[in-house]
């Protein structure tokens, strides 16, 4: 399980990240938010790609601080922006740089990389250069590279901010069927039907925590109230919220 304890972060000095304490067991977690409330930063914390300033998060007896590589090896990260994170020429060769930690022999990754590729609708682009795909292949590369490493945790990033709909809905479809806890940090409240809890992020700090609907009606009428005064210095104490 993923605690994040005391977890604060700035940037040059500017405090993003505000002492979140937080246990994430169940399957499914949404985090939604205003732009800039800190999502990202917090979604990079849960693999160590960011440190904290302060507090640690830990996945059981590890923390990122004393151990980022093996908890990288177990907490998937899928960014927005696939061109991020495909580093090999080819489709294939992506998926299977991925598997090497897991030293499964040659035979068994040519069969591992095919089922991939099968699964996520790639097979026909085994060998095609992985940057002249189409942004929602690269996606369904993204994840099905770090699917591949079978992570225990998946975390993603705005998974379908670049997508149609058609390949934010393949995206939608591969999440729901995953047996891996998905911490999921999105703009798209349509992928957290059926989730076990969303959390609401405002100003660095988790400001609801709850079911899918909860959640989201309380992020409409904080952004409604958000968009009514701009320049409103601070989110208004809605009821519900939990801080
Ligand atoms: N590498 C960085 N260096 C400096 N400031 C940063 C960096 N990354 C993020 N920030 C700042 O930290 C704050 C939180 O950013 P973050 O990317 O975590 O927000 P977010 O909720 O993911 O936003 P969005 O919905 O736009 O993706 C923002 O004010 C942003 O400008
Ligand atoms: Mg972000």
């Not at 927005?80 to 580093?87: G, K, R």
């Not at 806890?181 to 076990?196: E, K, N, S």
């Not at 989201?216 to 952004?223: P, V």
């Amino acid at each position: 399980m993923l605690r994040l304890e005391g977890v604060s972060h700035a940037y040059d000095g500017r405090r993003v990240l505000h002492g979140i304490d937080l246990e994430l067991s169940e399957h499914r977690i949404g985090v939604i938010g205003a732009n800039g409330s800190g999502k990202s930063t917090l979604a990079r914390t849960l693999n160590g790609l960011v440190l904290p300033d302060e507090g640690r998060v830990w996945l059981g007896e590890w923390n990122t601080h004393r151990h980022a590589r093996r908890i990288r090896r177990r907490v998937g990260f899928v960014f927005s922006d696939a061109a991020n994170q495909i580093i090999m020429p080819t489709v294939a060769e992506d998926v299977e740089v991925g598997l090497r930690p897991l030293k499964p022999g040659r035979a068994e990754t040519e069969r591992r990389v095919d089922r991939i590729l099968q699964r996520y609708g790639l097979a026909g682009h085994r060998d095609h250069p992985a940057h002249l795909l189409s942004g929602g292949q690269r996606q369904m590369l993204a994840l099905a590279s770090v699917l591949a490493t079978e992570p225990e945790v998946l975390v993603c990033d705005e998974p379908t901010t670049l997508l149609d709909l058609r390949n934010s809905r393949m995206v939608h479809r591969v999440l729901d069927t995953l047996d891996q806890r998905v911490v999921l940090f999105t703009h798209d409240l349509d992928l957290l039907a059926g989730f076990d809890r969303v959390l609401v992020m405002d100003g660095g700090r988790v400001v609801h925590d709850g079911a899918p609907a909860g959640a989201i009606d309380f992020y409409t009428r904080l952004m409604d109230a958000a968009a009514d005064d701009p320049a409103a210095p601070d989110p208004p104490d809605l009821p519900g919220g939990r801080t």
